[in-house]
């Protein structure tokens, strides 16, 4: 018998645990008068492997009268489930173990909850043959022809409201090319000696030899040749320097300038930190509306006695220099500071670029061979004869936004806002 009530103790203790798998089993209380049967609690200890003990006394339980009555003493162990019942209606305690199975729950608590499902789905389909029936009262009552009048009369007012929208855009785009046009023309009286300026400044910075003493032979004259000058018109020139943008950087590299290397400073002492590498000036370039001016030509300034002043570097150290505001001022014809020299950055010129840099050919050019008179006079030309000279073909172009110096500069345009 003591292994039938220990198995279905045992049975019972596992369904406990397998529900919930946190719980833990620490101590086992035997009620019931049942439990003083000699050896049965040795024997569910042992059977159980836990602390298996009898419920003999109620620690919180008062009344000297009740507790010192022979009935109660003698059967103290059977008032264990009395005295939990109790605790619970007095709400000095709540039952927190439920063995009742899972789905057992579950099912109680959806039988609970369909008559409320029920309510709700009839009270969702009250709902929409309420709305249903709105709506097909409104749509039944609407009549187009009660409104035809009232429609026609809007479509008359949308009608002139559109042509009066159109006719004030006319006028206003004819005010604004009658505004253009007077601009432009304005421009170009003022573009004329713009453009004169820009000319004569190009010329003024190319380079040349001493008036009066040129260099008897072609190659050692200090001239560039200019075959050709074209201009082209960008709405933003930096569409034109994005393109250019690696020639720029081969035009300007470093070591390709026309100024004279600074000579090596001394080696830094022992233990004493090198100064730190100057950084270049970052380039952005031009922006706005200008025109790119392109020149090409050549030059024979290329001997080996030339060296390193010949070919691209001729050109980088005389015309690309100048251009960049290092060479002469230029002279300005009009404008609040007519008759004055100014740099020539003054006049919108800048950020020259070599497009265009082949290598050095041999030509063969025929000059006249002057020969002296019998009485020391001046030299009378006498036949032509065949020189070999080294040729550099060129391509050149800059950036040109037309500026009258005095005038203060437009402020720049505004940049493009980030998507």
């Known amino acids: 018998m003591f292994s039938e009530f220990a198995s279905e103790l045992q049975r019972s203790l596992n369904y406990f645990t397998g529900a919930d798998r946190t719980a833990t089993v620490g101590k086992v ?8 049967l000699r050896g049965l609690s040795d024997f569910v200890a042992k059977q159980l492997q836990l602390d298996v003990q009898r419920l003999e006394k109620f620690d919180r339980m008062d009344g000297p009268t009740v507790l010192g009555a022979p009935a109660f003493r003698e059967n103290r162990l059977a008032f264990g489930t009395a005295y939990g019942l109790a605790l619970q209606a007095a709400a000095g305690s709540f039952l927190q173990t439920n063995l009742l199975p899972k789905e057992i729950v579950v099912d109680r608590l959806i039988e609970a909850k369909k008559p409320w499902a029920l309510a709700a789905l009839v009270g969702l389909f009250a709902a929409a043959a309420l709305n249903f029936a709105g709506i097909f009262f409104a749509w039944s009552t609407y009549a187009p022809r009660l409104y035809a009048a009232a429609f026609a009369k809007a479509d008359a007012v949308k009608s002139a409201s559109q042509a009066a929208s159109a006719a004030l855009e006319e006028v206003r ?15 170009v009286q003022n573009r004329r000696f713009q453009t004169l300026d820009m000319l004569r400044a190009v010329e003024s910075l190319l380079p040349r030899d001493p008036p009066g003493k040129p260099a008897p032979n072609p190659a050692d004259r200090n001239e560039l040749h200019i075959e050709s000058l074209d201009m082209q018109y960008f709405p933003d020139l930096a569409t034109w320097f994005a393109a250019a943008k690696r020639q720029w950087e081969e035009t300007h590299s470093v070591g390709g300038t026309a100024a004279t290397p600074p000579p090596a400073s001394a080696p830094p002492a022992e233990g004493a930190e090198p100064p730190p590498a100057e950084a270049a000036p970052a380039q952005v370039g031009p922006k706005g509306p200008g025109w790119v001016v392109q020149i090409t030509g050549h030059h024979f300034h290329n001997e080996d006695r030339h060296k390193p002043e010949e070919g691209e570097q001729f050109l980088r150290s005389s015309l690309v220099q100048a251009l960049l505001g290092n060479g002469d001022e230029v002279l300005v014809s009009a404008g609040p500071w007519g008759g004055r020299r100014v740099p020539v950055t003054e006049l919108g010129i800048g950020y020259p670029i070599i497009m265009e840099s082949p290598k050095v050919q041999k030509v063969q050019i025929q000059r006249a061979k002057p020969t002296a008179t019998a009485t020391g006079g001046p030299a009378a030309p006498a036949d032509a004869e065949t020189i070999e000279l080294k040729r550099y073909d060129f391509t050149l172009q800059f950036a040109w936004q037309p500026t009258t110096p005095g005038i203060p500069k437009p402020p720049p345009p505004p940049e493009p806002a980030a998507q």
Do not use: M, P, S
Not at 29 to 36: E, F, M, R, S, V
Not at 181 to 187: E, G, S, T
């Open 29 to 36: 209380l035997l009620l019931g008068n049942a439990t003083k």
């Open 173 to 187: 785009a004819k005010r604004t090319e009658a505004a253009a046009q007077q601009r432009y023309l304005v421009d």
